[in-house]
């Protein structure tokens, strides 16, 4: 009598190991998106202690972080898209940053400049108080690099509202802006699939 549960004994053993291994690997191997931030972001026209009313150029820097040690990442066209406000009232304009590739734990500074296409939109962000808020976003698709194979294709679709001090300057100079997602949608269903996994081994543990 005692061999038949001992054997499945074995079985639950075993499919416990092969589920704890399979749960392990893919926590490991999984993509994980590259970090976006704002690291620099000057508007020489809201300078008050510089005349340069008639430069409306927007300079900035978009950092990228690719932050795991076992995947590349390669990157389509990364498309920053600019306007004068958290609520995007007007569209200052594109900036285009050609596709990449990104290796193992590496960051990307990209540089660039645009010249706003409604000027006076520019100078209408300036609040009250001198200092102005602008939104920035990015689109683009990547692709992860895990071993010897490439994944799909997955978007990316992240933005950021970046304070500017009455020097034009980003107000945390030293601070980058995180750029973010506004729905946590994918990170909900994660955990959702979690939890199901560790419910069913549990469940095999537990089982006579």
């Known amino acids: 009598m005692a061999e038949p549960r001992s054997c499945c004994s074995a079985c639950t053993t075993i499919v416990l190991s092969l589920g704890l291994t399979s749960l392990f690997l893919w926590l490991s191997l999984r993509p994980d998106k590259p970090k976006c931030s704002i690291q620099y972001f000057y508007v020489p026209s809201l300078n008050k202690t510089l005349d340069s009313s008639q430069n409306t150029s927007l300079n900035f ?6 932050p795991k040690k076992d995947q590349g990442i390669y990157y389509d066209d990364v498309r920053l898209s600019f306007f004068n406000s958290s609520s995007r009232t007007h569209f200052l304009g594109n900036y285009t940053i050609p596709r990449f590739y990104q290796g193992h734990k590496k960051k990307a500074k990209k540089w660039g400049k645009i010249q706003p296409l409604d000027k006076e939109a520019v100078l209408r962000a300036v609040l009250p108080n001198g200092s102005a808020v602008f939104r920035v976003d990015l689109d683009t698709e990547v692709r992860y690099k895990i071993v010897f194979w490439k994944t799909k294709r997955h978007k990316i679709q992240v933005g950021a509202d970046v304070e ?19 729905s946590s949608s994918r990170g909900s269903c994660l955990c959702v699939s979690v939890v199901v996994l560790i419910d069913l081994l549990l469940f095999l543990m537990i089982s006579p």
């Open 61 to 66: 820097m978009v950092r990228l972080d690719n």
């Open 164 to 182: 500017v001090n009455d020097q034009g300057e980003k107000a945390k100079k030293k601070k980058g802006v995180k750029m973010r997602k506004s």
